[in-house]
């Protein structure tokens, strides 16, 4: 079997894609039935970049953004265009730079590659706790 084949072999069993030329690593996402329900403390350093309004921060593959004041918004960094982890917040709305999806607030779909829609958490902030959790 020749070193291509084999290769796009293996890729095809374990999920990874081709890049034009070469071979790419794939960010894919299992699907994962793990429920989102975790708080972060604001004042701790390593979430410093919510200290902003606009800022945004990625902790357990779920990206929270700061909207203003004391509201703050989260999603899942998982696109659902082709799973990669690249689920940012920019201006006002979810944008993938894998392949530019992008969706509304509310994680409705705002171009071809986000028809599929992004999941959305719920926050909630209590002092300087900030939870983040799955509506049931
Ligand atoms: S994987 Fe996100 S836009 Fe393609």
């Known amino acids: 079997m020749k070193r291509r084949k084999f ?7 374990t999920g990874c894609v081709f890049a034009v030329g070469g071979l790419v690593a794939c960010e894919k996402e299992e699907v994962s039935s793990t ?3 975790f708080s ?11 200290q902003q309004i606009g800022g945004f921060i990625i902790h357990q593959n779920v990206v ?3 909207l203003d004041a004391s509201q703050y918004v989260a999603a899942t960094v998982v696109c659902s265009h ?3 982890k690249q689920i940012r917040w920019v201006g006002d709305q979810w944008v993938c730079l894998a392949h530019l999806a992008a969706f509304d ?4 779909g705002l171009n071809k590659h986000g028809a599929k829609g992004l999941t959305i958490y719920q926050t ?6 900030l939870r983040v959790y799955q509506s049931i």
């Open 40 to 50: 972060i403390d604001l004042n701790d350093v390593q979430y410093a970049d919510l």
């Open 124 to 129: 909630s902030l209590v002092g300087n706790l």
């Open 105 to 108: 607030i509310r994680g409705v």
């Open 64 to 66: 929270i953004a700061r």
């Open 35 to 37: 429920k989102v329900d």
């Open 7 to 13: 290769i796009e072999n293996i890729c095809l069993a």
């Open 82 to 84: 082709e799973g990669q």
